[in-house]
């Protein structure tokens, strides 16, 4: 046993330190690239091959399906998708903030339970919490039965199979994103800034405007980009909310590939969606880094 080593050296420890990060992350690295980037890949290849005269592919090259894309018609559906699912991003903020406020604001005791309830619906399916929308909004459904029980007498509104009720069913299940997003910069911000400002004679609009709203925009811009991204490749909610009468990006995608059988087209619109979608969040992550950073500046000052 003598002259043997029962320790190891110093750089042999430093060694492992140094490698032990990407061990850690191997498993997970090698998840998201067998079951993201590969199919990812495989989805973009088949965009730049020919349909199959029954469908299909045939391995034979070509840029159409990406001329196709641009095509008026189906750019007018990217658009429409574009503009519902900025809708569902607004309403989803304007509704999320309040309540991440009041979270944020409530005592420490009682801020887990809140964001319990907060979170709950992810509880249940998203199948399960869609279709309690189509029990609430029909015609003869809980909120109608609740009119005439207050002495409405007219016509059943129609609420389903409309833009409102996507919308809605969009806000409803991605709401919790926001609310979390935004309570995590609300949570850290410093309460000595709004005595500050208090000290300095602004008001509590004032406060809230100059000193806590734009210093939680990173938040704001995190949950808004989750509600987007969600929202416009989505072709649940407006095929049971909307009764297929608004076609989206994520409808389009689908029937090209189990209706049309039409696979390379599918896949060109599949990969520009996703583009979309990668373009968004590094923009998120750009300004979020920015704002970071400016933050850091002021306060070396």
Same mark, same amino acid.
């Given at each position: 046993? $003598?002259?043997?080593?029962?320790?190891?050296? +110093?750089?042999?420890? =430093?060694?492992?330190?140094?490698?032990?990060?990407?061990?850690?992350?191997?498993? +997970? *690295?090698?998840?998201?690239?067998?079951?993201? =980037?590969?199919?990812?890949?495989?989805?973009?290849?088949?965009?730049? !091959? #020919?349909? +199959?005269?029954?469908?299909? =592919?045939?391995?034979?090259?070509?840029?159409?399906?990406?001329?196709?894309?641009? @095509?008026?018609?189906?750019? %007018?559906?990217?658009?429409?998708?574009?503009?519902?699912?900025?809708?569902?991003?607004?309403?989803?903020?304007?509704?999320?903030?309040?309540? /991440?406020? /009041?979270?944020? $604001?409530?005592?420490?005791?009682? #801020?887990?339970?809140?964001?319990? !309830? /907060?979170?709950?619906?992810?509880?249940?399916?998203?199948?399960?919490?869609?279709?309690?929308?189509?029990?609430?909004?029909?015609?003869?459904?809980?909120?109608?039965?609740?009119? $005439?029980?207050?002495?409405?007498?007219?016509?059943?509104?129609?609420?389903?199979?409309?833009?409102?009720?996507?919308?809605?069913?969009?806000?409803?299940?991605?709401?919790? !994103?926001?609310?979390?997003?935004?309570?995590?910069?609300?949570?850290?911000?410093?309460?000595?800034?709004?005595?500050?400002?208090? @000290?300095?004679?602004?008001?509590? *609009?004032?406060?809230?405007? $100059?000193?806590?709203?734009?210093?939680?925009?990173? +938040?704001? /811009?995190?949950?808004?980009?989750?509600?987007?991204?969600?929202?416009? &490749?989505?072709? *649940?909610?407006?095929?049971?909310? &909307?009764?297929?009468?608004?076609?989206? *990006?994520?409808?389009? =995608?689908?029937? #090209?590939?189990?209706?049309?059988? @039409?696979?390379?087209?599918?896949?060109?619109? &599949?990969?520009?969606?996703?583009?979309?979608?990668?373009?968004?969040?590094?923009? #998120?992550?750009?300004?979020?880094?920015?704002?970071? &950073?400016?933050? %850091?500046?002021?306060?070396?000052?």
């Amino acid at each position: 046993m $003598r002259g043997r080593r029962l320790w190891p050296r +110093g750089s042999e420890i =430093v060694s492992f330190n140094a490698t032990r990060p990407t061990l850690l992350a191997a498993p +997970g *690295v090698a998840w998201l690239v067998a079951f993201m =980037v590969v199919p990812c890949l495989l989805v973009l290849s088949y965009a730049f !091959f #020919q349909r +199959g005269v029954w469908g299909g =592919v045939e391995y034979t090259f070509t840029l159409e399906n990406f001329a196709r894309v641009a @095509d008026p018609l189906y750019a %007018k559906i990217f658009l429409n998708s574009a503009r519902i699912a900025l809708t569902a991003t607004v309403v989803a903020i304007l509704i999320a903030y309040p309540a /991440a406020y /009041a979270i944020s $604001r409530a005592p420490r005791m009682t #801020q887990p339970i809140l964001l319990f !309830f /907060a979170v709950l619906p992810f509880w249940s399916n998203y199948l399960i919490r869609t279709y309690a929308w189509i029990v609430l909004l029909n015609r003869e459904g809980l909120i109608n039965n609740l009119l $005439r029980a207050l002495g409405y007498t007219g016509e059943p509104l129609s609420m389903l199979y409309t833009e409102s009720a996507v919308i809605t069913g969009l806000v409803y299940n991605y709401l919790p !994103f926001v609310i979390l997003a935004i309570y995590s910069t609300l949570s850290r911000l410093n309460p000595e800034l709004m005595e500050a400002s208090r @000290d300095l004679g602004a008001g509590p *609009v004032r406060t809230f405007l $100059r000193v806590t709203l734009p210093l939680t925009l990173p +938040g704001v /811009a995190a949950g808004g980009v989750f509600v987007f991204v969600l929202s416009i &490749g989505n072709f *649940v909610t407006p095929a049971l909310l &909307g009764g297929g009468r608004f076609q989206m *990006v994520g409808n389009l =995608v689908y029937d #090209q590939f189990l209706t049309a059988n @039409d696979w390379p087209f599918g896949a060109a619109l &599949g990969a520009a969606l996703i583009l979309t979608m990668i373009v968004l969040l590094l923009l #998120q992550a750009r300004a979020t880094a920015h704002a970071s &950073g400016e933050r %850091k500046g002021e306060a070396e000052r």
